[in-house]
């Protein structure tokens, strides 16, 4: 099964995942979104962004766009929690860039937050719908371990996983 990973990533959240699918993928072609080629002629795409504004990052959403037919995973790392609606809509809205090609799986994870983002919104009004809230500031201390071992390892097995489906 020829199978390429490609990633779009911020502050090495997404690279981290990336390379984590890579380790159950070797035989994989790993890129970086800037200098992935078209997935014509590959059995799987796997592909990795993360999260902005509640969908994927524009590198990310501009290579979605030209994937055409290629069976597709997605995966995506953002500060919220990976189980949160915040996630599972984020996801959702990412996939509706596959024009044509099936979503064959989805992985989540957290991962810390642009430290750059963090000032920004710290900067804004408690009473902001982006401002610094104690849960945001709570979710922020979750995040900045992440990814972490387990998060790749779980990476991992849902690669396993990929693998398993393709072949079947």
């Given at each position: 099964?020829?199978?390429?990973?490609?990633?779009?990533?911020?502050?090495?959240?997404?690279?981290?995942?990336?390379?984590?699918?890579?380790?159950?993928?070797?035989?994989?072609?790993?890129?970086?979104?800037?200098?992935?080629?078209?997935?014509?002629?590959?059995?799987?795409?796997?592909?990795?962004?993360?999260?902005?504004?509640?969908?994927?990052?524009?590198?990310?959403?501009?290579?979605?766009?030209?994937?055409?037919?290629t069976?597709?995973?997605?995966?995506?790392?953002?500060?919220?929690?990976?189980?949160?609606?915040?996630?599972?809509?984020?996801?959702?809205?990412?996939?509706?860039f596959?024009?044509?090609?099936?979503?064959?799986?989805?992985?989540?994870?957290?991962?810390?937050?642009?430290?750059?983002?963090?000032?920004?919104?710290?900067?804004?009004?408690?009473?902001?719908?982006?401002?610094?809230?104690?849960?945001?500031?709570?979710?922020?201390?979750?995040?900045?371990?992440?990814?972490?071992?387990?998060?790749?390892?779980?990476?991992r097995?849902?690669?396993?996983?990929?693998?398993?489906?393709?072949?079947?």
């Amino acid at each position: 099964m020829k199978t390429m990973i490609v990633y779009s990533s911020r502050t090495g959240n997404t690279e981290t995942i990336a390379r984590a699918i890579h380790q159950e993928m070797p035989r994989a072609e790993l890129f970086p979104v800037e200098e992935a080629p078209s997935p014509e002629g590959f059995d799987l795409l796997v592909l990795g962004f993360w999260v902005d504004k509640g969908t994927a990052d524009v590198a990310a959403r501009e290579y979605l766009q030209r994937v055409g037919t290629t069976p597709t995973a997605l995966f995506a790392t953002l500060g919220a929690y990976p189980d949160s609606n915040h996630a599972r809509e984020s996801m959702e809205r990412a996939s509706e860039f596959l024009s044509g090609a099936p979503l064959v799986g989805s992985f989540v994870c957290q991962g810390a937050v642009d430290s750059k983002l963090q000032n920004w919104m710290e900067s804004l009004p408690p009473d902001h719908p982006h401002g610094p809230t104690e849960e945001r500031l709570k979710r922020w201390r979750d995040a900045s371990t992440h990814p972490d071992g387990k998060d790749c390892e779980a990476a991992r097995v849902w690669a396993r996983g990929l693998i398993r489906e393709e072949r079947s």
